[in-house]
């Protein structure tokens, strides 16, 4: 995870930063598992991530439980765009987009 966050930044930075966001809340999910609730597992995290990346915002405790809650509904980060923009036309949402003729 380290190298992860040590890497550069890639052009798609929010696509980046979801899957960022998604490695350490599965890794959070892992070592909650293997150590157990009482093991202060994002409290430890929190603190060595604050630690060594001590410019990067975001993780905070609180942050990183939404991270950890992120990955467990989502454990495939599977995230794509909503239907309604995955239209071919670029009309008003609540105007129906015309059939193309063959």
């Not at 190298?3 to 966001?21: A, I, M, N, Q, T």
């Not at 202060?40 to 809650?69: C, G, H, Q, T, W």
Request: glycine share 6%; aromatic share 8%; net charge positive.
């Amino acid at each position: 995870m380290k190298s992860e966050l040590s890497s550069p930044v890639p052009d798609d930075y929010g696509h980046w930063l979801v899957r960022l966001y998604h490695r350490i809340g599965t890794e959070i999910l892992e070592r909650q598992q293997h150590q157990g609730w009482g093991a202060k597992v994002i409290e430890r995290l929190s603190s060595d991530l604050r630690d060594a990346f001590p410019d990067m915002k975001s993780l905070s405790s609180s942050n990183l439980k939404y991270m950890r809650f992120f990955a467990q509904l989502c454990p495939q980060c599977q995230i794509g765009q909503q239907p309604a923009d995955q239209l071919p036309c670029r009309m008003p949402r609540s105007v129906p987009c015309p059939r193309r003729s063959g």
